[in-house]
């Protein structure tokens, strides 16, 4: 089992930026892709950010790209996700997820391990 633990949301104006972590423990060797995935109310988990596992393949959601960025420091078991130029459709649950398939992943039933979430809101 990969457990993961997010940290880093809160409540920021439109414009700012916040920076999420999500650590790691466990069968953290056996762990490939991961990923950031958001739910904001009312509507479907959506994939913003994956990382394969050497950092060197990335994807990003259309709605994202160029003001997210996701990294990993896998001596830390730790991934990261730069948000800047937040804006209010960004508020969302942010959930971390991990796979043992070789990523980028960004469907979520491809993803085996899920934090529990951390809420992120932006106020215009």
């Known amino acids: 089992q990969v457990q993961l633990v997010e940290s880093g949301g809160g409540l920021v104006q439109a414009g700012g930026s916040l920076r999420l972590s999500c650590a790691a423990s466990?069968?953290?060797?056996?762990?490939?892709?991961m990923g950031w995935f958001r739910q904001a109310p009312g509507q479907e988990r959506e994939c913003v950010a994956a990382?394969?596992?050497?950092?060197?393949?990335?994807y990003y959601a259309d709605s994202v790209l160029g003001r997210f960025t996701i990294s990993r420091d896998n001596a830390k078991n730790t991934v990261y996700l730069q948000m800047n130029s937040l804006k209010p459709e960004d508020t969302a649950v942010y959930y971390c997820?991990?796979?043992?398939?070789?990523?980028?992943?960004?469907?979520?039933?491809?993803?085996?391990?899920w934090g529990r979430g951390t809420q992120v809101t932006v106020s215009s």
């Open positions: 997820a991990a796979t043992d398939y070789a990523g980028p992943r960004r469907v979520s039933a491809d993803y085996d391990y």
């Open positions: 466990g069968r953290t060797f056996s762990v490939e892709a």
């Open positions: 990382i394969s596992r050497s950092g060197g393949s990335t």
